[in-house]
Structures are given as C-alpha cells and as structure tokens.
T-cell receptor, first 108, second 115 residues
Framework: KNEVEQSPQNLTAQEGEFITINCSYS?????LHWLQQHPGGGIVSLFM???GKKKHGRLIATINIQEKHSSLHITASHPRDSAVYIC??????????FGTGTRLTIIP | DVKVTQSSRYLVKRTGEKVFLECVQD?????MFWYRQDPGLGLRLIYF???????EKGDIPEGYSVSREKKERFSLILESASTNQTSMYLC??????????????FGPGTRLLVL
C-alpha cells in the first residue's frame, strides 16, 4: 500500500533554531513533494525532488532513496515560517499521496 | 504566475442540497484535482481529470461527481450533501509531463459546512 508518514506532528521552536521535519514512505516513489500551508488554507509547493538535495533560501530538502526517507530543514527559523508542512509522494503516476502534516510554530 | 481560483471561500448548505464547487486555472494545465482535507487525515483525492471530459476516481469518490467541460474549469458536485461532507475542499492543477508528475498548484480552498 502506498503510504507517507511524517514526524513530528507538532513542533514548537524558538526563533533562530534549526528545524528538521521528517518524511518516510512505504515503497519506491517517482517524486517527493514538500508543501507549505498557512492559516487560511492556501497551499504552496516548496520542492519537488526525486534524488539528492534542493535548496531555496533558508529551506533545504533532501531525499535518501535507499532509506525511503526525506527531510525538510529550515535554517535560522523565523516566526513567519510558522505553518503546516506537508510531505507528498507520486507513486508512479500523477496522483499524490499525502502525509498528515507537521504543524510548526516558531516563537519570537 | 499560475493562478487557481475557487468559487467560494466559505459555504454553508443544508443536508440534502445539491452543491457545486467550481475551480478555474489560468495556465492551460491538462491535469486538475479535487481534494478534501480533514484534521488528522491529511489531503485525500476525490477525483482527478487529465483532459476535457476525462475523469478518474480518487481515493474517496463516494457521494461526489465531477464535470470538466472546458480545459480551465473543473467542477465538484455533491449530489445530496450530508453532514459528513463538511470539510475543506481544495482544487489543484498541474501540467502534463513525460515523467508523469509535476508540481501541483493549489487554489485557496473552500470551507464547506453542511448543517
């Protein structure tokens, strides 16, 4: 069965801390996505990757195909990073299977 | 910039009513998706369309139907709304690629309450 699991469910940290959110999946995937959802509902795609590492500003996404695991890192976290971060995977087609999300709160 | 719009941000309907949720994208994307999002369950795919008049059932199609008469517009229909369809509904679109997967662009969501 195609499954995506995220941890932790909730994460609270102080401003400036290095943040790591983890995602694991059950079987081989075609691509893995990291998404961000702010209060109010809108979802924005942060990264799509199938191997290695991608970086955009303070955000870094990595994937280890052998271990079926991906991480999203945020360096020098800021209160505006507070959001729900969602991991999702393509299992060989256009459809996405989603994790249940990680609620991140950054305290000033 | 890709823009995906949804007809309403908030909607309140009564049990048994027929409900239409509309989604429009302006980037000529082939693929369009309807999801619902519930606390603790994440996003779940209701229906997917890969071309005009073409559709595929997702993970939870029961109680829903869809219509795609024009490439830019994808409608979700609740034939007879029930209280267990109270949820956040999100539309997304993506372009077709040889690889078979692309970044999905999401609309702002419609929060539906069925009384």
């Amino acid at each position: 069965k195609n499954e995506v699991e995220q941890s932790p469910q909730n994460l609270t940290a102080q401003e400036g801390e290095f943040i790591t959110i983890n995602c694991s999946y059950s079987v081989g995937i075609s691509a893995l996505h990291w998404l961000q959802q702010h209060p109010g509902g809108g979802i924005v795609s942060l990264f799509m990757l199938s191997s290695g590492k991608k970086k955009h500003g303070r955000l870094i996404a990595t994937i280890n195909i052998q271990e079926k695991h991906s991480s999203l890192h945020i360096t020098a976290s800021h209160p505006r990073d507070s959001a729900v971060y969602i991991c999702a995977a393509n299992f060989g087609n256009e459809k996405l299977t989603f994790g249940t999300g990680t609620r991140l709160t950054i305290i000033p | 910039d890709v823009k995906v719009t949804q007809s309403s941000r908030y909607l309140v309907k009564r049990t048994g009513e027929k409900v239409f949720l509309e989604c429009v994208q302006d980037m000529d994307h082939e693929n369009m998706f309807w999801y619902r999002q519930d606390p603790g369950l994440g996003l779940r795919l209701i229906y997917f369309s890969y071309d005009v008049k073409m559709k595929e059932k997702g993970d939870i199609p029961e109680g829903y139907s869809v219509s795609r008469e024009k490439k830019e517009r994808f409608s979700l229909i609740l034939e007879s709304a029930s209280t267990n369809q109270t949820s956040m509904y999100l539309c997304a679109s993506s372009s077709l690629s040889l690889a078979g997967w692309e970044t999905q662009y999401f609309g702002p969501g419609t929060r539906l309450l069925v009384l």
